[in-house]
């Protein structure tokens, strides 16, 4: 019986991933260190992930290795990097006089599968260069562009979203 | 930090949701006062930090969480709305 | 380091300050989300963490509100931008292209 | 020097109180109303009383926004 054991792990492990989160967030929002609070957290932790780890099973996040690490470190440092230059950008068009916007609705399209992964880069959008997720229907997605300069789906893919996949792509393989 | 650098802090946030309440008062639809709701509260939230910073007290930190957390809960009970339409 | 917390600050409150200017004189409820999103996402985390550098003790809680408003602005500025595009808020003049009548063809099928 | 920020949002909530007043649509006076109870939060805050401004955030903003919504569903939207 593979199958069963491998489910049991799976499940294991999901729990435990589940604890360490519940765990961390409990000692940065109460941040002491006394004996007290610290059993009281694992008591609590404990409590909620016994009850919830299906639903974090559920989200489908793949299980953590160094190189998935490295790629979500690469991926924050290049997301915070976008959101500056998304803000000078907006700022830029602000203060100009005459306003130089051009703006449009577009499709485009992704090859991600789960939706965990697909809010990440529709929040990714959201944050970065004059783009902003309007809705999401299966693999097609709805940009609001403030300076549209293509309209078929090919290139607008290319343009806004291949620079976020083919990170997403990595961390998320199976 | 001197008390004039705090006071020319302090009017720009001011003077921030003081644009934000006029599209409030002019916007022609509902959704546009919704997303003058929605910048006004993030921008309070930094306003609260602040303050806190300014009367040196870290129980207001505690404030400016449960305050973000509470606008976003009603903000999405307003876009629920707005959606399904009457 | 107080200089340096003090700039940071500084930074955060000049763009939350340009975010609420776009709020009032962009055309239409798509373009004021824009603005409205990303300027005050990244002015409240710049002055939100300037704050916890000038205060040491405080930089853990600073850094918890922070990610905080990263995470869920974009969510609430998202719902509210899909609402008025499933009610049909108008375009202002300006606008280029528009292919939400695609996609809902995709969504009845 | 603090008299004078103060004053500024006594006026900001003023303003939003009479906008709910006046607007016909009452799905934007309810957001004028939320935008009421959020100043007046900052208004406690103000006045070193951080339990309160708790309680105002969450009973103005969350509680009465949606018992309100709820109460427009029921009824209709439009003043005449």
Redo the contacts between chains.
């Keep these: 019986m593979p199958e069963v054991k491998y489910k049991t792990i799976h499940r294991m492990r999901s729990f435990a991933y589940l604890f360490f989160i519940l765990f961390i967030s409990w000692l940065a929002l109460t941040s002491s260190f006394q004996w007290q609070e610290l059993s009281i957290g694992v008591f609590i932790s404990f409590a909620l992930s016994l009850v919830l780890h299906k639903n974090y099973l559920a989200l489908g996040f793949p299980p953590l290795s160094i190189k998935r690490l490295v790629f979500i470190i690469i991926y924050m440092i290049m997301l915070f990097k976008e959101i500056v230059v998304a803000n000078i950008d907006v700022a830029y068009r602000v203060i100009h006089p005459k306003m130089p916007i051009k703006p449009g609705i577009v499709l485009i399209k992704t090859g991600l599968k789960q939706d965990i992964a697909k809010m990440i880069l529709a929040n990714s959008i959201t944050l970065t260069p004059g783009t902003f997720t309007l809705d999401i229907l299966g693999d097609t997605l709805l940009i609001h562009w403030i300076n549209v300069q293509s309209q078929k789906t090919d290139e607008t893919t290319k343009m806004i979203g291949e620079r976020f996949e083919k990170y997403l792509r990595v961390i998320f393989a199976e | 930090?001197s008390?004039t650098?705090i006071?020319i802090?302090?009017?720009?946030?001011?003077?921030?949701?003081?644009?934000?309440?006029?599209?409030?008062?002019k916007?022609p639809?509902?959704?546009?006062?919704?997303?003058?709701?929605?910048?006004?509260?993030?921008?309070?939230?930094?306003?609260?930090?602040?303050?806190?910073?300014v009367?040196k007290?870290?129980?207001?930190?505690?404030?400016?969480?449960?305050?973000?957390?509470?606008?976003?809960?009603?903000?999405?009970?307003?876009?629920?709305?707005?959606?399904?339409?009457? | 380091m107080n200089g340096f917390g003090t700039i940071i600050t500084g930074i955060g409150v000049l763009f939350l300050f340009l975010g609420n200017l776009g709020v009032l004189r962009l055309p239409d409820v798509y373009n004021r989300i824009q603005a409205g999103t990303k300027c005050t996402t990244l002015g409240a985390f710049l002055a939100i963490l300037g704050i916890g550098i000038l205060e040491p003790s405080w930089f853990w809680k600073a850094c918890l509100i922070a990610l905080f408003v990263m995470a869920t602005n974009p969510i609430s500025s998202h719902a509210i931008a899909r609402a008025s595009n499933k009610i049909g808020v108008p375009l202002c003049h300006k606008t280029v292209v528009d292919q939400t009548k695609d996609f809902k063809k995709d969504r009845k099928t | 020097m603090m008299i004078i920020v103060v004053s500024l949002f006594v006026l900001l909530m003023l303003v939003a109180a009479v906008a709910a007043l006046i607007f016909k649509d009452l799905m934007s006076a309810v957001i004028a109303a939320c935008m009421v109870s959020l100043i007046a939060s900052i208004l406690f805050y103000f006045l070193q009383a951080p339990d309160v401004a708790m309680a105002e955030a969450s009973i103005g903003a969350a509680l009465i926004t949606a018992v309100f919504i709820v109460a427009i569903r029921r009824t209709e939207r439009f003043e005449e």
Excluded at chain 2, 37 to 50: C, E, G, N, R, S
């Design positions: 930090m008390g650098i006071f802090y302090l009017a720009f946030i001011g003077a921030g949701i003081f644009l934000c309440l006029l599209r409030m008062l916007g639809t509902a959704s546009d006062r919704a997303v003058a709701v929605d910048t006004i509260t993030t921008t309070v939230v930094a306003l609260l930090v602040f303050l806190g910073f009367f007290r870290y129980v207001y930190l505690d404030v400016a969480l449960v305050y973000s957390l509470l606008a976003f809960v009603g903000l999405v009970a307003i876009a629920r709305f707005l959606e399904k339409g009457i």
